[in-house]
């Protein structure tokens, strides 16, 4: 699978867990008590540099083929990167359920997938160029 493809079907599957099943409120309050610290450590084990079993699932599972990434501290970085706006998503999402207009699943999605295509297919417009 590549690797958009896989974290695109794990944060569907993840967000509809965390935000909607019978232990929404028990990761709330994860959520909420979070530094980036224990962020780190959840999805990278007690030391970042240690291999993980989600880490070497990674590695054997998602094909990498295609990405101009061919080294381990790529994958890594790519990783955290999305893994990052992740939690920053569902912080939103936390910090805004009581808010005039509540956060919801789908906004929380939509920003994702957002991410996702930036990511894969960069901001900028086909017409525009950069020096």
Known sequence: MTFFA???E??????????????????????ANMSFKSASHSAFGEAVHRPTDAKHYLEEHIDFAGLKINTTPQKQLLFRTVMGGFAQSLGYHYN???????????????????L???????????????A
Not at 10 to 21: G, K
Not at 98 to 104: I, R, S, W
Not at 116 to 130: C, P, R
Request: glycine share 4%; net charge negative; charged share 25%.
């Open 116 to 130: 996702l295509d930036w990511l894969q297919n960069g901001v900028l417009l086909k017409e525009d160029t950069h």
């Open 96 to 114: 805004h359920l009581d808010g005039e207009q509540p956060d919801t699943v789908a906004d929380v999605k939509k920003r994702m997938a957002w």
């Open 6 to 8: 896989a974290v695109t």
């Open 10 to 31: 794990f944060f569907d599957v993840t967000i509809d867990r965390l935000l909607q099943s019978d232990d929404a409120q028990f990761y709330s309050n994860v959520f």
